[in-house]
Nanobody, 122 residues
């Protein structure tokens, strides 16, 4: 079992920045690829970014490429998502997830956090 706890969400104006954190506990953090997804009201869960176990490979949705950065600190068992140049359409609940392989498919991730709300005002 892996427990994931997100933090860092909040209310920010358009053009602003936030850094989300996801702290993992339980099984060995380096056994898992990590990802961030988001879900806005009435929308399906959407892939945002993923990172390999070592952190050497990262992947992004086209909608966030160049604005968001995923990283991980394996010594702290934590994955981060730096959000920059935020727009109102980035408003959603952001979830971190852990899985055995790095992919953009939410169904391939085994463990999920409770989510953290990001609200971007115009």
């Amino acid at each position: 079992q892996v427990q994931l706890v997100e933090s860092g969400g909040g209310l920010v104006q358009a053009g602003g920045s936030l850094r989300l954190s996801c702290a993992a506990s339980g099984r060995t953090f380096t056994s898992y690829a990590m990802a961030w997804f988001r879900q806005a009201p009435g929308n399906e869960r959407e892939f945002v970014a993923s990172i390999s176990r070592s952190g050497s490979s990262t992947y992004y949705a086209d909608s966030v490429k160049g604005r968001f950065t995923i990283s991980r600190d394996n010594a702290k068992s934590t994955v981060y998502l730096q959000l920059s140049s935020l727009q109102p359409e980035d408003t959603a609940v952001y979830y971190c997830a852990a899985g055995v392989s790095v992919t953009n498919l939410w169904s391939r991730y085994d463990y999920w956090g409770q989510g953290t709300q990001v609200t971007v005002s115009s």
